[in-house]
C-alpha cells in the first residue's frame, strides 16, 4: 500500500513570499490532517478534513493560511504571505476514519528567510 | 488552545535500563494515541487507548490510560538504541486532536 506523499519536500522563500504544499493522503482514507512542527515541538494540528468537509480549522491562521480538500482526496496547503515565524516542517497526515490511527508523510521543510 | 503536558522534556538512559513518559490531560479524553518519531523523520503510530484503565503491551512497551481517562503512561523495558526517538502522546476530545510536547529519549550504549 502507497503511503502519504507530499511535496515539495524543502522549500526556501523569502518573507512575504507564498507558497503551496501538495499532499496525496493513502488512498480509501476519509480523513486528512495538516500539521505544523516547529523545532523541537510536538505537530500542531492546522486543519482537519473529513472527506472535502472542514472538521477543524481553529488553530490555522486565517489571515495567511488556507487550505483546501476539493474532491475529497488530495489537498493543498497555501501561506501569503509567508513570515519568519512559518519555518517548520509541514506534515500531511491520513487516516481511515476520524480519531483513527493516522499515517504521516514525510513533511515538507519550510524555511522563510 | 489545549494544553497537553508530557513529562519529562528529556531522557537520558543507558542501554537496558527502562523509560517511561507520562502525559497529563485537564479534560476527560475520547482516546488517546501514541506516535514515535525517529530523529529527522515523521510521527509513526504505536497504538490507541480507548477505555478507562487499558493495559496494552507490544513486545518491551507497555501502555496506560488513567481510570479517569485524564493521563496515560508509556514504559519500556530494557531500552536499545533503536529505541531512540521522541515519543508523543496525541488526544482526541471529540472533534479537536492535540499532540503532546514530547519525550525525547537518549539511549547510551
Known amino acids: 500500500e502507497a503511503g502519504v506523499a507530499q511535496s515539495p519536500r524543502y522549500k526556501i522563500i523569502e518573507k512575504r513570499q507564498s507558497v503551496a504544499f501538495w499532499c496525496n493522503p493513502i488512498?480509501?482514507?476519509?480523513?486528512l490532517y495538516w500539521y505544523q512542527q516547529i523545532l523541537g515541538q510536538g505537530p500542531k494540528l492546522l486543519i482537519q478534513?473529513?472527506?472535502?468537509?472542514?472538521?477543524?480549522d481553529s488553530q490555522l491562521p486565517k489571515d495567511r493560511f488556507s487550505a483546501e480538500r476539493l474532491k475529497g482526496v488530495d489537498s493543498t496547503l497555501k501561506i501569503q504571505p509567508a513570515k519568519l515565524e512559518d519555518s517548520a516542517v509541514y506534515l500531511c497526515?491520513?487516516?481511515?476514519?476520524?480519531?483513527?490511527?493516522?499515517?504521516f508523510g514525510p513533511g515538507t521543510r519550510l524555511t522563510v528567510t | 488552545g489545549q494544553q497537553v503536558m508530557q513529562i519529562p522534556q528529556y531522557q537520558h538512559v543507558q542501554e537496558g535500563e527502562d523509560f517511561t513518559t507520562y502525559c497529563n490531560s485537564s479534560?476527560?479524553?475520547?482516546?488517546i494515541q501514541w506516535y514515535k518519531q525517529r530523529p529527522g523523520g515523521h510521527p509513526v503510530f504505536l497504538i490507541q487507548?480507548?477505555?478507562?484503565?487499558e493495559v496494552k503491551k507490544q513486545k518491551r512497551l507497555t501502555f496506560q490510560f488513567g481510570e479517569a481517562k485524564k493521563n496515560s503512561s508509556l514504559h519500556i523495558t530494557a531500552t536499545q538504541t533503536t529505541d531512540v526517538g521522541t515519543y508523543f502522546c496525541?488526544?482526541?476530545?471529540?472533534?479537536?486532536?492535540?499532540f503532546g510536547t514530547g519525550t525525547s529519549l537518549t539511549v547510551i550504549p
Open positions: 478534513f473529513q472527506n472535502n468537509g472542514v472538521v477543524d
Open positions: 487507548l480507548v477505555k478507562s484503565g
Open positions: 479534560t476527560t479524553l475520547s482516546n
Open positions: 497526515a491520513s487516516s481511515q476514519t476520524e480519531g483513527a490511527e493516522q499515517y
Open positions: 496525541a488526544q482526541n476530545t471529540g472533534n479537536q486532536f492535540y
Open positions: 488512498s480509501g482514507h476519509a480523513t
